[in-house]
Structures are given as structure tokens and as C-alpha cells.
């Protein structure tokens, strides 16, 4: 349908058939039921992070071409937009960074966004939860997700994937929600 919403999902794991990539699926599997999904695993493209050419300030495009150049269009298309990664070192992957640092062209040349509805990001962690385990990953999607036009970001959060390993379907069950200073709403650590 020429008027679906599109749903542009990056996926940063190093390993395929993880916990990230079954939590993806459920919130995608969601997305699909009425938008348009398109979903880009960053370990199958050969590109390189930002390497500070400055050439997008001379212009508000990215002079490195590689696999993915491709994606700054899905990205300004995209009307709702999800980054999945595994939480290494209390961050993301080194895979999203690099994807990441690819988007210096936009905060040199702010757009007007137009239609950008819902940004998300999702983490799976090995370890039980602990204070700041989120905390990197939230502070970078949300400085990166506004700069590219999304006011509304929800970060999830999935802890103790090493005992207990993410299985389909238990979105509602084991996804926490991770807000402001990232301390888990409820009881531990506030
Ligand atoms: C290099 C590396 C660093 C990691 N660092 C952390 C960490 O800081 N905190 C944590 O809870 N889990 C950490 N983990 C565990 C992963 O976040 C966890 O196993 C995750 O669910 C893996 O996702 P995947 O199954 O999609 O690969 C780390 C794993 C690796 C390989």
C-alpha cells in the first residue's frame, strides 16, 4: 500500500539467531501487522564508521561510499525507526556505533523532519540487572534519535539473558521500560 507507514529497523548483534534478534522480532512482528517493515542487519554490510572528513560540511551528504550509503534514504523515509544491539561493556556494540557515528551528516546539516512518529531502542543484557547496565545505550539513542527528528523514544531493555535466554513471545513478560536516568521503574533502584 503506497500509504503505509514505514518502519526502518537497524540491528547491530555480531551473532544471528541471539536474544536481539528475537526481541526484535516481536516488536516487529507488531509494526507489520499495518506498516511497512524493513529490517537491516549491519554485520552482513562493508562500511566504515565516520572518519571526520568534515565533507558533510560542505554539503549534507556523506562522502564515504560504501553498503551504507544506501540506508541514509530508508532513513529519512522512515516514519518510525527501532536500532536493536546486544549491551557490550554497558553499551552498544561497536557495529551500531559505527551506524551511529554515520549520522554526524544530519547533526552538521539539521533537517526539517517532517512525519517521524516513534524511535525505539532495544537491548538485551547477559547479566541480571544492575544500576547503569542500560544507561550508555539510552543516553546515546536519545541524543541520536533526536537528532534525527523523533521526539517520541522509548528505550526497552531485556536483563540476565546469560541464565535465562530471550525466547519469543516474552515481550510483555521480560522487556523492561528505561527512562530518564535509566533506573528500572518500580522497586530496586530508585
Ligand atoms: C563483548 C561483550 C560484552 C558484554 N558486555 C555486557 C555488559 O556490559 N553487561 C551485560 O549485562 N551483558 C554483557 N554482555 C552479554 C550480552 O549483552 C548478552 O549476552 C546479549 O543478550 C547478547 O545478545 P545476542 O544473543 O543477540 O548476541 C556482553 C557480551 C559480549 C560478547
Known amino acids: 500500500m503506497e500509504n503505509q507507514e514505514k518502519v526502518l529497523a537497524l540491528i547491530g548483534y555480531t551473532r544471528k539467531n541471539g536474544n536481539t534478534q528475537a526481541l526484535l522480532e516481536d516488536?516487529?512482528?507488531?509494526?507489520a501487522q499495518d506498516k511497512k517493515v524493513d529490517l537491516v542487519d549491519l554485520n552482513a554490510l562493508d562500511f566504515k564508521g565516520c572518519i571526520y572528513c568534515n565533507g558533510c560540511l560542505q554539503g549534507p551528504s556523506c562522502r564515504l561510499r560504501d553498503d551504507f550509503s544506501?540506508?541514509?534514504?530508508k532513513i529519512e523515509e522512515a516514519n518510525h525507526l527501532i536500532f536493536a544491539s546486544p549491551v557490550y561493556f554497558n553499551g552498544l556494540t561497536w557495529l551500531l556505533k559505527k551506524a551511529i557515528d554515520r549520522m554526524q551528516v544530519y547533526f552538521a546539516n539539521?533537517?526539517?523532519?517532517?512525519?517521524?512518529?516513534s524511535a525505539w531502542l532495544l537491548l538485551t543484557?547477559?547479566?541480571?540487572?544492575?544500576p547503569d547496565q542500560f544507561t550508555a545505550g539510552y543516553l546515546e539513542g536519545q541524543i541520536t534519535f533526536r537528532t534525527l527528528g523523533y521526539e517520541n523514544f522509548t528505550c526497552i531493555g531485556v536483563?540476565?539473558?546469560?541464565?535465562?535466554?530471550?525466547?519469543?513471545?516474552?515481550l510483555r513478560k521480560e522487556a523492561i521500560q528505561i527512562n530518564g536516568m535509566n533506573?528500572?521503574?518500580?522497586n530496586q533502584w530508585e
Open 183 to 186: 533506573r528500572r521503574k518500580g
Open 159 to 170: 536483563d540476565d539473558t546469560d541464565s535465562r535466554p530471550y525466547k519469543a513471545g516474552f
Open 110 to 117: 539539521p533537517m526539517d523532519w517532517q512525519g517521524k512518529k
Open 70 to 73: 544506501p540506508i541514509y534514504q
Open 27 to 31: 516488536y516487529l512482528q507488531e509494526f
Open 125 to 130: 543484557a547477559g547479566a541480571k540487572a544492575y
